[in-house]
T-cell receptor
């Protein structure tokens, strides 16, 4: 089946411009996450949407970053007035409703990742 | 706040040699630990999770709560194991369910030479 998709795959922009990155999660997945992957910083959490709950924005590095999730499906990450330090690969992931392991026991939260958007700020 | 540390950025071994990728964590609650892998030109994917105690592609990882470690091991490395490996932590609620964001380590690039 179709996995998580992201667009564009690559984005080159000039410092100071705004950019929008799109994520299409796996159909039916209730949770959606944005992460940033950069050299020296590893993978950093940005924001998390779970159903109709208020999003967890605790990872957003500044108020230039924002994200929306419309209709519980597609999400857009917006970076305003881009800076060179925003250059990174932005990864989106989605996960289904928490599910129990066969035979009972604790559930787990497997996240399925998209291919990422490589953002370069000149 | 939770934290995951992978002390080795790069790890090189020869085919057939044992490999161990180190991961230490700090978290005051009860965590769920995972290993994710990213092969060249592929997307990040789950390799294994501690709660299921499985062996995937010959890899195993044991959660050591005393040492707060979750090292990934394989007795005989293969060339196709070459990839970026991330250790990750997720919180668990009182019911034992993991939820929410993953906190990742910095990643270890494993290279297996022929």
């Amino acid at each position: 089946g179709a996995g998580v998709s992201q667009s564009p795959s690559n984005k080159v922009t000039e410092k100071g411009k705004d950019v929008e990155l799109r994520c299409d999660p796996i159909s039916g997945h209730t949770a959606l996450y944005w992460y940033r992957q950069s050299l020296g910083q590893g993978l950093e959490f940005l924001i998390y949407f779970q159903g109709n709950s208020a999003p967890d924005k605790s990872g957003l590095p500044s108020d230039r970053f924002s994200a929306e999730r419309t209709g519980g499906s597609v999400s857009t990450l917006t970076i305003q007035r881009t800076q060179q330090e925003d250059s990174a690969v932005y990864l989106c992931a989605s996960s289904p409703n928490l599910r129990r392991l066969a035979g009972g026991g604790a559930s787990y939260n497997e996240q399925f990742f998209g291919p990422g958007t490589r953002l370069t700020v000149l | 706040a939770q934290r995951v540390t992978q002390p080795e950025k790069l790890l090189s071994v020869f085919k057939g040699a044992p490999v161990e990728l180190k991961c230490n964590y700090s978290y005051s609650g009860s965590p769920e630990l995972f290993w994710y892998v990213q092969y060249s030109r592929q997307r990040l994917q789950l390799l294994l999770r501690h709660i299921s105690r499985e062996s995937i592609k010959g890899f195993t990882a044991d959660l050591n709560k005393g040492e707060t470690s979750f090292h990934l091991k394989k007795p005989f490395a293969q060339e196709e194991d070459s990839a970026m490996y991330y250790c990750a932590l997720s919180k668990k609620n009182a019911g034992g369910t993991s939820y929410g964001k993953l906190t990742f380590g910095q990643g270890t690039i494993l290279t297996v030479h022929p």
